[in-house]
């Protein structure tokens, strides 16, 4: 059983510390457990306890209401609220739950549920990528297990892959090209796997190498695929100092090429990258790019 400190609830949930104090005098909401040396935890119990509480609150319920309902009429406002309720935050917190406790049935369920009630593309912008947001904050505070992330990321990239699947590819005079990888080092490829996704469903035809690809191996499919324009992320495979001529070297590679950046590593060089590269901050920067240099259909 996981233990958590106060301010690991208080991350989690979004509830303060001294908020949950106050409830737990007033109201006693939980009971904290102590540690031999008189610290305050709390287990999995009490954090989904407290993250169905915060869902009932974000939907209008008081908290004198929600701290005398018990754990089974929590779970079940909860599940009621996340299926029929598209408000982000709710299903923010809904997929939190279900990540803690590995239950990929409930996982799957709240992104099927969005799915039908947004599409795909709306449900990653609007609630996967604020969820994938916050999950990286709880993993880079150690909140969280990296198990964790490796759970969710591969539920969402299996939803990608079967909706990339079913797309069917265009090749008309007005279809796009497009070469979309990452790096060698570079492994976080579910913003890359979704733009794939998004321009294929934008009628643009995509090759996808996917994660940690060889340059040797780029250059091979580029020479037999000649693309239109490259893509490719860069979040961890250089340092900032080496950034500079991590760039100069890929707009040499790709002369004559339209190539998209992103990532944070660029963040600062974005003024100063080589003619023919653009740096996109999110997927619709990337779609406003393709219009302003005239190849988007």
Wanted: with cysteine; glycine share 6%; proline share 3%.
């Amino acid at each position: 059983m996981a233990r958590f400190s106060i301010r690991d609830v208080e991350k989690f949930t979004g509830v303060k510390a001294h908020t949950l104090r106050i409830w737990e005098q007033r109201y006693n909401i939980l009971t904290p457990k102590r540690t031999d040396t008189n610290i305050r935890y709390y287990d999995d119990a009490d954090l989904k306890q407290l993250l169905g509480i915060s869902i009932l609150l974000n939907n209008g319920y008081r908290i004198s209401k929600a701290a005398c309902m018990c754990r089974e009429e929590v779970a079940g406002k909860v599940k009621e609220f996340s299926e029929n309720n598209v408000s982000a935050i709710n299903q923010i917190m809904g997929l939190v739950s279900a990540m803690l406790d590995l239950d990929e049935q409930a996982f799957n369920k709240l992104l099927n549920t969005q799915v039908l009630q947004l599409g795909l593309e709306k449900t990653v912008i609007q609630v996967l990528f604020p969820f994938l947001n916050h999950l990286g904050m709880l993993w880079m505070t150690g909140t969280i297990h990296p198990a964790h992330e490796h759970f969710v990321s591969n539920l969402i990239k299996q939803k990608l892959y079967v909706a990339i699947e079913g797309q069917v590819q265009k090749s008309g005079s007005e279809s796009i090209k497009f070469l979309l990888y990452l790096p060698e080092g570079e492994s976080h490829e579910l913003g890359l796997l979704f733009a794939n996704y998004v321009l294929r469903s934008h009628g643009h035809q995509t090759i996808y190498l996917g994660q940690n690809t060889p340059e040797e191996d780029i250059v091979q499919v580029f020479e037999l695929y000649n693309p239109d324009a490259v893509v490719l992320t860069v979040t961890a495979c250089t340092t900032i100092n080496e950034m500079p001529s991590f760039v100069q070297h890929t707009a040499k590679l790709w002369k004559g090429k339209h190539i998209y950046i992103a990532g944070k590593m660029c963040d600062d060089l974005k003024s100063t990258l080589p003619a023919g590269m653009t740096w996109v901050k999110d997927l619709d920067d990337l779609l406003e790019q393709m219009d302003k240099n005239k190849i988007a259909s």
